[in-house]
Nanobody, 127 residues
């Protein structure tokens, strides 16, 4: 059974850091593309970042570029989202998703491109 489970959320002060984890089960990440999305209170779910396992391509939303980093561990079982210099507007539920699609030199932003979703982990940035 293919499944992804997020962890690592919590409460952090503005300017602080968190690292979210996305644990894969039933598959290895070397054959899948990973995406991170988030849904802030009262807003639609939005794309944050993605990682293409074919060539390691990464992409970021403009709102997080330079502050967030997506990566996959060497064992290809866990993906991470390192979040630095967090702002109040980063407060949201963060979701990990995996895509069976094969992408080279890019990775998808659209939710419809992803097949498996986690339940989400809450990130709250507040003083």
């Amino acid at each position: 059974q293919v499944q992804v489970v997020e962890s690592g959320g919590g409460l952090v002060q503005p300017g602080g850091s968190l690292r979210l984890s996305c644990q894969a089960s039933g598959f290895t990440l070397d054959l899948y593309t990973i995406g991170w999305f988030r849904r802030a209170p009262g807003k639609e779910r939005e794309w944050v970042s993605c990682f293409s396992s074919s060539d390691g391509t990464t992409r970021y939303a403009d709102s997080v570029k330079g502050r967030f980093t997506i990566s996959v561990d060497n064992a290809k079982t866990t993906a991470y989202l390192q979040m630095n210099n967090l702002k109040s507007e980063d407060t949201a539920i963060y979701y990990c998703a995996s895509s069976e699609g094969w992408y080279e030199r890019t990775c998808p932003r659209r939710r419809s491109e992803y097949n498996y979703w986690g339940q989400g982990t809450q990130v709250t940035v507040s003083s």
